[in-house]
């Protein structure tokens, strides 16, 4: 049988109001884009979601991952909903759309992508994750409890077909080069790397006996692109399910625990990651704090049976009450770091003028 891809490619084309959410006029315009691009056979479907202002394009098709067709139907997608953004004076209309001219890629070029080939199972369950307000190095802790903690996983040790473990790609976004792990024989090597979230970033995740895909993550760095903040990366990860990968429940289990992400107002703190139901993907308390949403698909002959809001269950409530309570809690150190990143991480950052203003009143210790 030919092989499935699955693509996810985002962009935040402009917001509704400030940074908040998405129009659903821009969401509409998006959908009828994808309904001609399956009319005309280049897509078999598609699922269109949004993450507070960011627009996901969620496609299966058989022309494999970096298709020139596939990318630049998403790039028209949002080349189209810029249009419609600048027009309604939407915020910040077109602010993932760092080039004029698509050139077969859409990498470096200011969407995100997560794309994974794969054979389609007897029945395919995956998972679409989605996020506002962060980086995409906030995947490597959840990616790290599904595929590596026996204590998130029960899989791990008691079901055969995973207990050999995965393999970690993790990528450094300052050399650009990457490194595979073996998990979990260098789990203490890995951990030193993923820890520092904002530099490596868990990119590929493989099944270690068959090296069966199981997870994508993107890892664009929208300054790192563009040399300068113009808005955060928001990333995505699809996550494979069940029969030999994590269970769907031993997945989620990964965001029980609301850690702390980069991100938020500004880009430029550090706020509880809170999993969300699609209603709730709004983020508006000091632009934050940073959220994600989980689209459940069954997988039938390449079409999407779902979305299903997997984050809409009340056996989140008290994740999402604990956010509450860190978020007050980090909140209120104001311009203090650790709520503030570290100057390094910041991705506004007024030090270079108010160091030049305030040069010649530096002493030098005697
Ligand atoms: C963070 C984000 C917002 C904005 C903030 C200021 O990713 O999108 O927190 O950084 O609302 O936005 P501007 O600079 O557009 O006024
Ligand atoms: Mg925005
Ligand atoms: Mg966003």
Redesign the pocket.
């Given at each position: 049988m030919d092989k499935l891809t699955l693509s996810v490619i985002k962009a935040d084309v402009g917001g509704w109001v400030?940074?908040s959410s998405s129009h659903p006029d821009i969401l509409n315009l998006a959908k009828n884009c994808m309904d001609q691009a399956k009319s005309s056979g280049l897509i078999i479907d598609h699922c269109v979601l949004n993450c507070g202002?960011d627009l996901e394009l969620i496609m299966t098709h058989k022309k494999g991952e970096n298709n020139a067709d596939i990318h630049g139907l998403a790039w028209d997608t949002f080349v189209s909903g810029t249009e419609l953004a600048k027009k309604l004076k939407l915020?910040?209309a077109g602010q993932d759309i760092l080039s004029d001219t698509f050139s077969g890629n859409v990498k470096g070029m200011g969407p995100g992508v997560a794309e994974m080939e794969f054979e389609e199972r007897k029945s395919e369950p995956i998972i679409v994750f989605m996020a506002d307000?962060t980086s995409p190095g906030a995947w490597n802790f959840a990616t790290y409890k599904m595929f590596a903690d026996p204590f998130n996983t029960a899989g791990l040790v008691i079901d055969p077909s995973m207990h050999d473990g995965f393999k970690f790609e993790v990528l450094d976004v300052i050399k650009q080069e990457s490194i595979i792990f073996n998990i979990p024989e260098e789990i203490y090597d890995i951990l030193v790397f993923i820890g520092a979230r904002e530099r490596y970033i868990t990119r590929r995740v493989w099944r270690k006996s068959d090296n069966e895909i199981a997870a994508v993550a993107s890892t664009q760095k929208l300054a790192l692109i563009a040399g300068k903040y113009v808005?955060?990366d928001d990333p995505v990860l699809i996550v494979r399910a069940q029969s030999g990968f994590p269970a769907v429940g031993e997945i989620l289990e990964g965001f029980s625990f609301p850690y702390l992400v980069a991100?938020?107002?500004?880009?430029s703190h550090q706020g509880p990651f809170m999993p969300v139901s699609f209603k709730d993907a709004n983020p508006t308390r000091f632009?934050g704090p940073p959220r994600v949403i989980a689209a459940g698909f069954q997988i039938c002959e390449g079409n999407f049976i779902g979305p299903r809001d997997m984050f809409d269950d009340p056996s989140f409530d008290f994740t999402r009450k604990t956010v509450g309570e860190v978020t007050d809690y980090m909140r209120r150190h104001g311009p203090f770091e650790p709520n503030r990143l570290p100057l390094k991480d910041m991705e506004y950052t007024t030090l270079p003028d108010v160091k030049k203003k305030l040069e010649g009143r530096f002493k030098k210790e005697k």
């Open positions: 400030g940074h202002d915020y910040g307000k808005g955060k991100g938020w107002m500004r880009g632009d």
